[in-house]
C-alpha cells in the first residue's frame, strides 16, 4: 500500500469519545477554529500528495476501513485544511459534501501519537 496522506494526532477535544461511540470522526489540522476544538481531532501533516477516493484506504494506527463513498468538497477539505468528516455508517452516497464514509464499524480509540492516514493499493 502507498500512503498518500499521513499524520499524527496532536489534541483531542473533550466530546471526541461522545462522536466515537456515535461513529464519527472530525479531523481538522492544526488551524482549527477554538469554537470546534471540543469535538475535533487536531493533527499535523507530515505528507500530502493526492486526492483521497472511493476504494482507498483509511488507515488508523494499525485499523484499516475502506472508503466507501467521498463528498464533493472532502477532498478540498482535507487538502486545505486538514478537515476530514469520517463516518462508519456504510453509506456508498454520502450525506453531506464533507463526508467521507466508510463500513458500520466500530471506530478505535484516539490517542495523542495516533497516526492518520490515506492509503492506496
Do not use: W
Not at 470546534?36 to 493533527?43: A, E, G, K, S, Y
Not at 507530515?46 to 467521498?70: C, M, N, P, R, T
Amino acid at each position: 500500500m502507498t500512503a498518500h496522506y499521513k499524520s499524527t494526532v496532536t489534541e483531542i477535544g473533550e466530546l471526541v469519545p461522545a462522536f466515537i461511540a456515535e461513529g464519527m470522526l472530525v479531523f481538522f489540522g492544526e488551524g482549527a477554529p477554538e469554537e470546534l476544538r471540543d469535538f475535533c481531532i487536531m493533527h499535523e501533516v507530515s505528507h500530502k500528495q493526492d486526492q483521497l477516493v472511493v476504494g482507498d484506504y483509511v488507515v488508523i494506527d494499525s485499523y484499516e476501513f475502506e472508503i466507501l463513498a467521498v463528498g464533493d468538497v472532502a477532498n478540498e477539505n482535507l487538502m486545505n485544511l486538514g478537515h476530514l468528516n469520517l463516518k462508519a455508517n456504510g453509506n456508498t452516497q454520502p450525506d453531506l459534501p464533507g463526508d467521507v464514509c466508510i463500513a458500520e464499524v466500530e471506530l478505535p480509540e484516539i490517542r495523542i501519537g495516533t497516526s492518520f492516514s490515506i492509503t492506496r493499493r
